[in-house]
């Protein structure tokens, strides 16, 4: 149980364009979905959390309109990088939260995100 | 910021050592957990552990919390290579709701 699918693995952009990433809970509903990005062999920075049916709460130096948040269901939330550039490449991670009470993340198994 | 930290950075040793790693934190936390992530993949939940316990174990897992020193050990007894991988310490804080704050990770590799 507590699977978390993430697509896609994997995508190559031009500069200026937008990718969209798509988090699932397959079988639990996540009322809590978390968004992460992380830098080859570092840790990872949260960057948004995304409550299901609410605006999304930005971490610090996160720039909003740059990486759009819609949780839009109990087992979906997209990502959306928002006119990429190549700094901008990176290793974005969801996670899901199941249930209220606890707070182990069960996460996606990444995208690997390259802006040309 | 940076909640917990770990060391050693890496770590390598030879399949059926023991592996220890520690994790330092700051603040005061309702629990601490350890994710394990394979190269390129997302993390695994390993195991959590809360502020009112002192030693848990999960398998070939044991962890141990120390709230005074704000410190947890995570060991790996009778490694396989097959543990190879980051392993990250993450804490919740107080207060914080359920947000994770997450470690710079150990690099373990255990040579077969």
């Known amino acids: 149980g507590a699977v978390v699918s993430q697509h896609p693995s994997w995508v190559i952009c031009k500069s200026g364009t937008s990718v969209k990433i798509e988090c699932r809970s397959l079988?639990?509903?996540?009322?809590?979905m978390f968004w992460y990005r992380q830098f080859p062999k570092q840790s990872l920075m949260l960057m948004a959390t995304s409550n299901e049916g609410s605006k999304a709460t930005y971490e610090q130096g996160v720039e909003k309109d740059k990486f759009l948040i819609n949780h839009a269901s109990l087992t979906l939330s997209t990502l959306t990088v928002t006119s990429a550039h190549p700094e901008d490449s990176s290793f974005y991670i969801c996670?899901?939260?199941?249930?209220?009470?606890?707070?182990?993340?069960?996460f996606g198994a990444g995208t690997r995100l390259s802006v040309l | 910021s940076q909640q917990g930290e770990e060391d050693p950075q890496a770590l390598s040793i030879q399949e059926g050592e023991n592996a220890t790693m520690n994790c330092s934190y700051k603040?005061?936390?309702?629990?601490l957990q350890w994710y394990r992530q394979n190269s390129g993949r997302g993390l695994v939940h390993l195991i959590l552990?809360?502020?009112?316990?002192r030693e848990k174990h999960s398998g070939r897992l044991r962890v141990t919390l120390d709230t005074s020193k704000k410190s947890s050990s995570l060991l790996i007894t009778a490694s396989r290579a097959a543990d190879t991988a980051s392993y990250f310490c993450a804490t919740c804080p107080i207060r914080a709701n359920s947000k994770l704050t997450f470690g710079k990770g150990i690099t373990l590799s255990v040579r077969p």
């Open positions: 996670s899901a939260r199941d249930g209220k009470r606890s707070t182990v993340q069960y």
């Open positions: 603040t005061s936390i309702n629990n």
């Open positions: 552990i809360r502020s009112n316990e």
């Open positions: 079988d639990f509903q996540a009322t809590t």
